[in-house]
């Protein structure tokens, strides 16, 4: 069943909210620290999935020269597999058609994985032991931006 949410700028008052999210969806989260680093950074822009008044979901991204980097996503659990992440990541490559999107994933996070094929993502990379708690690899994967021919009038 698909949720429609509304994609919102994140605001300051829900960081706690958006690491509760991490915490109860990662085994090594972001800490509500990095939460606040990030906000305040002129290259990051965190994203806010609102069901009603529920902060539902969240999404990092921050731009890395031409490139778009998805640094972190999550949906709470309550909210999982209705298509949260999928407006979240939508909404981002929408106001950014011409640039390559990049992230990484944990090689077991199979639903996520294939959200990302869904969506355009093909896997370039792999780096062995990325993560810890549990140990395992990344999946490095990168969208390609929509190339914007300019007409001449």
């Not at 109860?24 to 939460?35: E, V």
């Not at 355009?120 to 021919?149: I, W």
């Amino acid at each position: 069943m698909m949720q429609k949410a509304e994609i919102l700028p994140l605001k300051a008052a829900q960081l706690p909210e958006a690491a509760e999210i991490a915490a109860c969806s990662f085994p090594d989260p972001w800490s509500l620290a990095l939460f606040e680093a990030a906000f305040v950074q002129a290259d990051t822009q965190i994203w806010a999935a609102m069901v009603e008044d529920v902060l539902a979901g969240y999404l990092v991204l921050q731009r890395l020269g031409e490139e778009q980097s998805v640094d972190d996503i999550a949906v709470l659990p309550s909210y999982r597999r209705q298509g949260i992440a999928e407006q979240l990541l939508q909404t981002v490559h929408a106001m950014f058609p011409d640039r390559n999107f990049i992230l990484e994933v944990r090689e077991y996070n199979t639903a996520a994985i294939a959200l990302y094929q869904k969506l355009g993502y093909e896997q370039v990379g792999f780096r062995k032991r990325y993560y810890t708690n549990p140990a395992e690899g990344a999946v490095l994967m990168t969208r390609h931006g929509v190339s914007v021919e300019k007409s001449e009038r």
